[in-house]
């Protein structure tokens, strides 16, 4: 079966012709991030953000599994998007005072299941 290693190079071949896209990490949005505990405890997270940017922040500890990201409430001013064990959080092009939202995770801390409730205040840099 000489097909298949000829197949595999070519693919390598095809894969290493494809220019390849710039990927933009987001800039650190929440510097302070309190660790929640699936404890049934609240955290509350503060984030800066120029108009117009966006901010993409993961939820999940090396020690924890996230099963479910819910949004109880939403922003008023921007745009929240779950990222499976993260969100996006996209802000309005111009600058118009605070936001905020809030995130209800669920998951397993060390094996022991529980929720967490993340409010995040939202300001203009």
Same mark, same amino acid.
């Given at each position: 079966m000489r097909a298949r *290693?000829?197949?595999l190079l070519g693919v390598a071949v095809a894969a290493s012709a494809v220019p390849s896209l710039a990927a933009h990490a987001s800039p650190l949005c929440i510097k302070e991030r309190t660790p929640f505990a699936? /404890?049934? &405890? +609240?955290?509350?997270? +503060?984030?800066s953000i120029a *108009? @117009? =940017? &966006?901010?993409i922040q993961g939820l999940r500890w090396s020690?924890?599994?996230i099963f479910k990201v819910s949004v109880v409430s939403g922003p008023s001013r921007g745009?929240? =998007?779950v990222l499976g064990s993260g969100f %996006?959080? /996209? =802000?309005e092009?111009? +600058? %118009? @005072? /605070? &936001?905020?939202? +809030?995130?209800?995770? /669920?998951?397993k801390n060390r094996n022991v299941a529980g929720t967490s409730t993340v409010e995040v205040e939202v300001n203009p840099q």
């Open positions: *290693p000829v197949l699936l /404890s049934h &405890d +609240t955290v509350k997270w +503060t984030m *108009p @117009g =940017a &966006d901010c020690y924890m599994q745009q929240l =998007a %996006r959080y /996209s =802000a092009n111009e +600058t %118009r @005072g /605070s &936001d905020k939202f +809030t995130l209800l995770i /669920s998951g």
